[in-house]
Nanobody, 126 residues
Framework: QVQLVESGGGLVQAGGSLRLSCVCA??????????MGWFRQAPGKEREFVAT????????SYADSVKGRFTISRDNAKNTVFLQMNNLKFEDTAVYYC?????????????????WGQGTQVTVSS
């Protein structure tokens, strides 16, 4: 069984920063061997890719809309993945989800992820 629990969301003014965390609790699986991703879903829109990080943390990939503003990282000793979000914009408002990819594909497709957290709300006021 795998559980992903996000935290760190909240209300912030445009131009501000937030740091999201996602802790993975996995029995019988090794967090450090798998890619992790962040996705988001705004009201009335489809879920979209935000960022992904390889199992070692050495490779990352970002959606064009967040490049240069968001940074994904992980601490395998703490089974945690982070999303540092700087210079937030109104259009970043969404529920943010972390996801685990146990094949290590580092994909931007949500279909390639096996487990999902419950999400954390990020609201950016303009």
């Amino acid at each position: 069984q795998v559980q992903l629990v996000e935290s760190g969301g909240g209300l912030v003014q445009a131009g501000g920063s937030l740091r999201l965390s996602c802790v993975c609790a996995a029995s019988g699986r090794t967090f450090s061997r798998h890619s992790m991703g962040w996705f988001r879903q705004a009201p009335g829109k489809e879920r979209e890719f935000v960022a992904t990080v390889s199992w070692s943390g050495s490779r990352t990939s970002y959606a064009d809309s967040v490049k240069g503003r968001f940074t994904i990282s992980r601490d395998n000793a703490k089974n945690t993945v982070f999303l540092q979000m700087n210079n937030l914009k109104f259009e970043d408002t969404a529920v943010y989800y972390c996801a685990a990819d146990y094949r290590g594909l580092g994909s931007s497709r949500d279909l390639d992820y096996d487990y999902w957290g419950q999400g954390t709300q990020v609201t950016v006021s303009s």
